[in-house]
């Protein structure tokens, strides 16, 4: 591993730091009883505290020194006194551990007092400091000079990369997942108050079924069987209306083995609930409530703003069919119409279509890339095409369409719902009608029959409504970020690129050919051997070692330098 100037240092430290005793990584618990959120809300002159927290800012000012502590809630001003923390005649401890030992990163204990300074700041001022955990390597730190901030860590696919670093230096990222936290928990909460049961569901299941998506597939070595990864919880949460719960909900780890982009992640999370005796237009008044309670629990306000727009989640909502918003964006009337017909005229609108596309698939195009990015303001489209919804009860008013609702928000879905299908014929048949798209090609149609679900169905389901929400891209609309990945932890990512071709300076390559034919060469002999003036040497070495194409090594004869 080739170790960066500043990490070479970072080590030698460590090494100082257990010559003189002290424990780099304690054991031992820290008692604190604060943090710098409560210092501040509940500031009091002398009043005593023992916090913890990560080093961010060391000013260093002789006898007397200030540094910033930061902690989970946000940072506070540490003031070190030479003889406040040294009070006998030995004076390590601040002059040599507080000094030159510690580092940017590091956490420390402090147990201080406060009092404000001359320019009110609220400060502790440390009476005794312990190193919890030292940091080796460097924060990717912003620079400020005169309200400017330079060097700034905003590379979105660095930040993603090392999302710990990333909270850190850029504190205000941790309040997305603050929030997206506080989604959860208000969902919970309203589904939990309306007395519906929270439950888990498979992962890993023999079919995959629920939704048409293509998935990921694994091996199951002890049962000798092929299984797939969760696309959807729907079957499963029906069988659970089957065996006589009237509501569940469950929010799941779902996969899907497709593209990524901004808006769609391969892993991602949905909620999915099912209640007995309820249709789909209790659903929209159930679904408008909900998201109006959510959006006030996280940011206080029904309204949200997302990029140029502001959302309002304030029940209720505009309700339009699929067909009316067809013919309102594109004039072509869908209704009655074949699926020689559809293809033609998705043709005509400049669509790309193909021999695979059955006619709800046709549908489909046609609304999404025509009509989707249209709706701004949370609006219901309603009572698709049969063909488009194989788990869906028949429209009660037209054999065609299917009792069904998404809900559009900013040009995207963020829910979809269903009057569940629950005559196991009627299921059945809209499985085979999905297996003959599978074997035109569709790769999105579902190519399984779940007998076992359609066996469930035999034993009878109650008239039952289900809803399922894309909770990444709820909180993206409630937290204004445009970005998947930014509301995700841990976002998939492409593997790291290795590091290029460097092109190198003449300088470098020379001293590059020194090192090469010695091997290894003491640091001295090599700055002397290229005869470069001292700034000319100083940028070559840092050069090659930066580009990790040579390494200096400190040993007991001196510093010496190889090849990487």
Known sequence: MQLSEQEVVRRE???????????????????LDSNSKEIKENFAEDKQVVIAGRLMAINIQ?????????????RIQLYFNRDEICTGEDKTLYNDVFKKLLDLGDFIGVEGELFTTKVGEKTVKVKSFKLLSKALKPLPMPKVKDGVTYDAFTDPEMRYRQRYADLVVNPHVKEVFVKRTKLFTAMRNFFNDSGYFEVETPILQPIAGGAS??????HHNALDVPL???????LYLKRLIVGGFDGVYEFSKNFRNEGMDRTHNPEFTAMEIYVAYKDYNWMMDFTEKLLEHCAIAVNGTSEATFGEHKIDFKAPYARVTMADSIKHFTGF???GK??????????EMGIEVDATMGKGKLIDEMFGEKCEGNYIQPTFITDYPKEMSPLCKEHRDNPELTERFELMVCGKE????????NDPIDQRERFEAQLKLAERGDDEATEFIDDDFLRALEYGMPPTSGLGIGMDRLIMYLTNNPSIQEVLFFPQMRPEKKASAVELSEDEKAVLAIIEKSGKIDLNNLKIQSSLSNKKWDKTIKGLTKNKLAKVEKTEEGLFVELV
Request: proline share 6%; glycine share 6%; charged share 25%.
């Open 414 to 421: 963020i829910a979809n719902a269903y009057s569940e299908l």
């Open 13 to 31: 430290k460590l090494g100082k730091l257990r010559e003189l005793g002290i424990n780099p990584y304690p054991a031992d618990l820290f008692p």
């Open 228 to 234: 797939y990864m969760r696309i959807a919880n729907e």
């Open 338 to 347: 074949s699926e020689t017909e559809l293809f033609e005229a998705a043709k």
């Open 333 to 335: 009337d869908i209704n």
């Open 62 to 74: 002789g006898k007397a020194s200030f540094a910033q502590l930061q902690d989970s809630e946000g």
């Open 213 to 218: 998506a293509r998935p990921f597939m694994t």
